[in-house]
């Protein structure tokens, strides 16, 4: 049996805290999330939107100015957007929030060093910082609208990536620790055995932070996946993988949507031959993920940027379009 075509479920599991809505570029991420902020933020609270797209365009679509802290919706008091810095690399890492330790020049070329040995380490220390910080601010549902499915997919990874950077820095330090020691003397840093401790421990502290986040999005009730994608080849083969690398990180995904929908009524001779091709792959689409609920969306005339837009595009997700 064909399982609802519309994101209902998403509106009325109530228990939901992190959504992600991901896919590959430019098959209308940006446009669902946005949309499905302003459908839920007439059933939650409060609402929070975040890019963690470094091309960010979720000011695009709301048409409005967004912060990298939460912003106002303008016209929605409950709906609020934030775009997310793009990575920090260690010359602008944050030493002492991120550290505590001093962020003497000695210092920060040391700890630089043993971040950059472990690549993606800024970025999983950042973003985990992120969610920390959002998790203490009062929303009551949280989208994220990623960037395409490697950048996000590497996102999920980082509790094992920070467990292999872990392990790779004891023994770095088991190896260096009598060397530094003596060395660290003779280079005017006495302390720098001190720093190395700090490291260690700080980074330990993030790592059982992130696990913690991860058990959150391990936890169907409070988080699920939402996968975008169009009618083609391509985005359907990404789709299958991007549910494939999710189900092997736990994370609960149940809902397709496909965008770009070219329906028989709206249709020039292109279009139908198009409109072939894209109900053979829905079907395809359909065949593959029997036990997923598989929400269609018409191709529009027009961009769908700002709020009136994306209202009128929010419908689709929960009252799916037929024929005429
Ligand atoms: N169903 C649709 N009909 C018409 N235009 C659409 C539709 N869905 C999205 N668009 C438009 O297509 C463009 C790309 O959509 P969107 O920004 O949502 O994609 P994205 O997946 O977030 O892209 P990126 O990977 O670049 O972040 C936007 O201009 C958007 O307004
Ligand atoms: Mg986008």
Redesign the pocket.
């Known amino acids: 049996m064909e399982l609802a075509p519309t994101l209902q479920g998403i509106i009325e599991e109530r228990s939901l805290r992190w959504i992600f809505v991901g ?10 999330a946005a949309s499905l902020g302003i459908l839920l933020s007439r059933h939650r609270e409060s609402v929070l939107i975040i890019s963690t ?1 470094p ?1 960010h ?1 979720l000011s ?2 709301f048409d409005q100015k967004l912060g990298s802290s939460p912003t106002q919706i303008q016209g929605i008091s409950n709906l609020f957007g934030m775009e997310i810095k793009p990575n920090l690399n260690t010359d602008n890492l944050e030493f002492p929030e991120v550290f505590g330790v001093s962020p003497d020049e000695n210092a920060k070329s040391l700890i630089g060093d043993i971040v950059n040995s472990i690549p993606g380490i800024d970025e999983a220390v950042s973003f985990s910082e992120m969610i920390k910080n959002v998790q203490s601010m009062p929303f009551s549902l949280v989208i994220f ?1 990623t ?2 499915t490697g950048h996000t997919l590497r996102l999920l990874n980082f509790p094992s990536l920070l467990d292999r950077g872990l392990s790779k820095i004891v023994s770095l330090k088991q190896n260096l620790g009598t060397a530094i020691s003596q060395i660290s003397g003779m280079l005017g840093r006495p302390d720098a055995d001190q720093i190395l401790g700090n490291v260690f421990s700080k980074i330990e502290q993030m790592k059982m932070l992130i696990e913690e986040i991860n058990r959150q999005f391990q936890d169907p009730k409070l988080t699920t996946f939402i996968a ?1 994608c169009i009618p083609e080849f391509l985005s359907m083969y990404e789709t299958d993988r991007l549910v494939t690398e999710l189900m092997k990180f736990n994370i609960n995904i149940e809902h397709i949507v496909i ?2 929908v070219l329906f028989p009524e709206d249709q020039c001779r292109m279009c139908k031959a198009r409109e072939k091709m894209q109900f053979k792959y829905i079907g395809q689409i359909k065949d593959m993920f029997e036990d997923f609920h598989i929400v269609i ?9 700002g709020i009136e837009r994306l209202a009128a ?1 929010s419908k689709f997700l929960v009252e799916p379009r037929r024929s005429s």
């Open positions: 896919g590959k570029g430019g098959v209308g991420k940006t446009t669902t797209d091309a365009n695009d679509a609208d960037a395409p975008v965008n770009q969306n018409p191709l529009l005339e027009e961009e769908v940027r595009y």
